[in-house]
């Protein structure tokens, strides 16, 4: 052996020594079982010879016969030992992972306290549960009350399903969604003790978690549709999991034997290949996949419905037919029906066509007279948004010019200038207003320059600033001076550390670069309190658009550091002027000044392209400095800005752009009289967060309020 190998083995176990004393300082009460459940197995001999083969294990393990014997120290001592020696490594290894998790987010007490109890509360609940169901002539009720079981499991998971309520979203929902699917097909196909002990410590511990954690509940603003899909797809999962424990281990549960339920291997092979790429589609909030689970979950649900009409005839006509496993057959059909009204329900958040239907989508005459007449007339920075989905378009009479706009609770919301020939701007406005006055909408324009606001003055309307955009002129652009230093610094870290700039469509990527920018974008909504914005804030089904150029920050390994979206900004006569900065994502573990690199490197190629100009855009309800506000609707959006910064941040995003010294171009929303702007404020809310209650949204800013 090398003296610098016998140098490395003492430094290593220095490592693991270090490592240990920190989890016993920050995690003592699980570091502690767990020891106590090694120095108890080797001191019994439990590790090599199994716990119920022994005489003393009736005075060891919890459960029924133990609790009517008297044996009430079971509760104590069944939770340090394992039923057959390799359950020791699922059962200490599960507990350390499930409590220690809960005591890093909870702490010492508040976890011990949840970890106990839930061990206490659901062997006693499970016990008093089959004690009053043994003697009803429920044949697997009377088979447990005469079982006995060891082991912590059932404080493990209570500990954990609260400790969850302490996770952001969509990570919460995710590690719920995961409990539930096991414990649910192991209690209704399964069904030993320990199963009907993990059903009952999870039936308690979730619903109170919010509850147990305190001040370390994780803000939460109720589904969004990415939790929607996640829920769809834990249930079809769920059922799908069941098919497959049902073929591989059959058993005789609570709701009778898998025999004669259970799939064949061809079905259950034909079910696997149909549900796998559903799920992946689901997922994604795909329509076609929607579509397909609603089919399926139907056909299974319909399937039910004719088997318990032709047993009820039989039972009418007194025909003889075999019933075992009927009720698992009825149960296991209830949870598909379940499954499709969950479906039904989450109907709104499954609006991703295919690629087919979208190229197709992007040519229909709404989309495709817009980006027409757009590429003809040229727009602001932000007319591209005008071609995105759930828009509605009002034209003109004389179709030579549009305005986009989407309807919300009795409202026409214009986004962005009208999209028309010079000098007719006005009349177009003009027509949208009759157009709205004879449908019973109320009209406004939102994010519109000077030059709508002007035309709208001349009609009586008002306006009130709500953003401001940020544009740089790349003419004459140089990097240079004490102002670009940290964007000079962001070049050349980035060339040190062979980071490459990409300038791309997102769509023509392979999958490994998409599954990669997907996954920047889930973790960067993670840490938001609510739900992704849209309206004018697009996201990764905006930046698909072949139309739309795509930054990519890859460095020499092929990881994927950092994402902007740029679109397109039309000057008139099928030309493409400037960009607009939409999407931006970043790796918090990656390349930390990535944005600036980004940001950079897009202004420096689109120039080289012809470009004149690029505009960051604005982020709502953020504007520079100035005298202050002085109107009623300035200090509400003042107010307003306040409360959103800590879930989206739009003012720290407003400073950020700063440093690439922009000119401010100012954005309004323009409406009639301010007898509108309750209705408008609505609509906006619902433009900008469409699948939010309004209740759901005024409880997350009352609670934002009070903390």
């Known amino acids: 052996m090398t003296e610098a190998a016998s140098a490395a083995e003492p430094a290593a176990g220095g490592r693991i020594r270090g490592t240990v004393a920190v989890l016993r300082q920050r995690l003592p009460f699980t570091s502690s079982v767990v020891l106590a459940m090694l120095v108890l197995a080797v001191v019994s001999g439990a590790l090599w010879s199994a716990a119920e083969d022994r005489a003393a294990y009736p005075f060891v393990a919890y459960g029924l016969p133990s609790l009517e014997a008297g044996r009430w120290w079971t509760m104590l001592t069944g939770p340090f030992f394992a039923v057959v020696p390799w359950f020791y490594l699922p059962m200490v290894g599960s507990f350390a992972l499930f409590a220690g998790f809960a005591e890093w987010q909870l702490g010492t007490r508040r976890a011990m306290t949840v970890t106990i109890g839930g061990q206490f509360v659901s062997v006693l609940v499970a016990t008093q549960f089959l004690a009053l169901c043994r003697n009803s002539g429920w044949l697997w009720a009377e088979r447990m009350a005469g079982s006995l079981d060891v082991g912590f499991s059932g404080g493990a998971l209570a500990a954990v399903a609260v400790a969850s309520a302490t996770l952001r979203p969509p990570w919460a929902l995710r590690l719920r969604a995961g409990l539930c699917v096991y414990a649910g ?92 790429p559903m799920l992946n589609g689901l997922r994604k909030g795909g329509r076609v996949a929607w579509r397909w689970a609603i089919a399926l979950s139907a056909f299974v649900t319909l399937q039910g419905l004719a088997a318990a009409t032709v047993y009820g005839l039989a039972d009418v006509f007194g025909a003889d037919y075999d019933t075992t496993g009927l009720p698992l057959f009825f149960v296991d059909n209830l949870l598909w029906t379940v499954e499709l009204g969950l479906l039904i329900a989450a109907q709104h958040a499954f609006r991703v066509p295919s ?213 397109p900004v039309h000057t008139g006569a099928g030309k493409v002027g400037g960009w607009t900065l939409d999407v931006m994502r970043r790796s918090p573990h990656g390349f930390r000044p990535v944005m600036e690199f980004l940001i950079a490197s897009a202004c420096v190629q689109f120039r080289a392209e012809g470009a004149r100009f690029v505009s960051l855009s604005g982020a709502p309800l953020a504007r520079s400095g100035g005298d202050g506000p002085a109107r009623t609707v300035d200090r509400a959006l003042e107010s307003l800005g306040r409360v959103m910064e800590p879930y989206y941040g739009f003012r720290s995003l407003h400073a950020f752009k700063a440093k690439f010294q922009p000119r401010r171009v100012p954005l309004y929303l323009a409406y009639r009289d301010e007898a509108d702007l309750p209705r408008i404020g609505l609509a906006l809310s619902r433009a900008y967060l469409p699948d939010v209650r309004l209740r759901e949204l005024a409880k997350l800013v009352s609670s934002s309020r009070g903390r």
Not at 238 to 258: N, R, Y
């Open 185 to 276: 097909v192991a209690i209704v196909y399964v069904g030993t003790l320990a199963d009907l002990v993990h059903f009952f410590a999870l039936l308690a511990a979730i619903p109170l978690g919010n509850r147990l954690v305190g001040s370390r509940r994780a803000p939460s603003a109720g589904p969004d549709p990415r939790e929607w899909r996640l829920l769809t797809v834990a249930g079809l999962l769920l059922l799908t999991i069941a098919e497959v424990v049902m073929f591989l281990v059959p058993g005789d549960g609570p709701f009778g034997s898998t025999e004669g339920v259970s799939l064949s291997a061809p079905e259950l092979a034909v079910l696997v290949l149909i549900v796998v």
């Open 355 to 567: 690629r087919r239907r979208q190229r197709r989508h992007a040519q229909g005459p709404g989309a495709a007279l817009a980006r027409t007449l757009l590429g003809r007339h040229g727009g602001s920075t932000l007319s591209w948004m005008t071609t995105w989905p759930r828009n509605t378009y009002f034209v003109r009479e004389d179709g030579r010019s549009y305005l986009a706009y989407r309807r919300h609770a009795g409202v026409a919301v214009a986004l962005g200038d009208p999209i028309a020939p010079d000098g007719t701007a006005a009349a177009t406005v003009t027509e949208f207003t009759a157009m709205c006055e004879n449908t019973g909408l109320v009209p406004c324009v939102f994010s519109a320059t000077e030059a709508t606001v002007a035309a709208t003055r001349e009609q009586g309307w008002q306006h009130v600033q709500v953003a401001e955009d940020n544009v740089l002129d790349l003419e004459g652009l140089e990097f240079r001076g004490k102002a670009w230093q940290d964007v000079r610094s962001a070049l050349n870290k980035a060339a040190k550390q062979d980071i490459d700039f990409r300038l791309v469509r997102l769509a023509d990527q392979p999958e490994p670069i998409l599954a990669q920018v997907r996954a920047l974008s889930e973790e960067w909504m993670s840490g938001k309190g609510m739900p992704e914005m849209g309206f004018t804030l697009g996201g990764l089904d905006e930046a698909m658009d072949p139309a739309t150029r795509v930054g990519l920050a890859v460095d020499a390994e092929g990881t994927v550091h950092g994402v902007t979206s740029w679109l």
